[in-house]
């Protein structure tokens, strides 16, 4: 079945570190999206990025389509990324965003 | 600009009383809405979603219903709560067929007591 799988499940890092956050889908999609969601349960759109590399500040995103997956990459981390990432992808053919099983971060001080 | 609304923030019911929770877009027309639900601690489960007036795709069977009475209005209801329905409700919307960011509203904080 349709499928998406994100990787670390879990990850604390001390602030000022580097990670790479890794969303692998199953099948041709039209869209994918990471999100951000923080403490108070919002969802904050980092990425649109069915294919290619984007750059915003500290964050970036980079989605292979041909090879089904897609990175996002947190440079110099700060305590305020913490929270749970999630990536979203919308199936070529379909209406429905499926969203993968997120990766929850924990930036130490 | 585009706007989402969703009410109410939090929400306390007990169990068997009805559900009703609301979402309106502005901004846009005919954008295809979707409700979702995330459980404490885990993902986002799509429950409905609607890419025109009264027309509904369920997702998963159980005791929600939702409705699209009108262009830029999604509702999610049920008759008699259980203790399971108790959750954190997105609403969500994007446009047209193709490819397109999907954009949530803040969310209704649901307990069932």
């Known amino acids: 079945g349709i499928q998406v799988e994100q990787s670390p499940p879990d990850l604390i890092l001390q602030e000022g570190a580097n990670s790479t956050l890794r969303c692998n889908f199953s099948d041709s999609v039209n869209n994918l999206q990471w999100f951000h969601q923080n403490p108070w349960g919002q969802l904050i759109n980092l990425f649109y990025?069915?294919?290619g590399t984007k750059q915003n500040g500290r964050l970036s995103a980079t989605t292979v389509a041909t090879e089904r997956y897609s990175l996002l990459y947190i440079s110099s981390s700060q305590t305020t990324d913490s929270g749970v990432y999630f990536c979203?992808?919308?199936?070529?053919?379909?209406?429905?965003?499926?969203f993968g099983t997120g990766t929850r971060l924990k930036v130490l001080a | 600009s585009q706007t989402i609304h969703q009410w109410p923030a939090t929400l306390v019911q007990p169990v068997g009383s009805p559900l009703s929770l609301e979402c309106t877009v502005e901004?846009?027309?005919?954008?295809?809405l979707y409700w979702y639900r995330q459980a404490a601690g885990r993902g986002l489960q799509l429950l409905f979603y609607?890419?025109?007036?009264?027309?509904i795709s369920s997702e998963v069977p159980q005791n929600l219903s939702a409705s699209r009475p009108q262009d830029r209005q999604f509702i999610l209801s049920s008759k008699k709560l259980l203790l399971s329905d108790s959750g954190f409700y997105l609403c969500?919307?994007?446009?047209?067929?193709?490819?397109?960011?999907?954009?949530f509203g803040n969310g209704t904080r649901l307990t069932v007591t």
């Open positions: 609607s890419v025109g007036i009264g027309q």
């Open positions: 990025i069915p294919s």
């Open positions: 979203a992808v919308r199936y070529s053919g379909t209406y429905k965003y499926i």
């Open positions: 969500a919307w994007s446009v047209g067929r193709g490819g397109s960011p999907l954009h």
């Open positions: 901004g846009t027309s005919n954008p295809n």
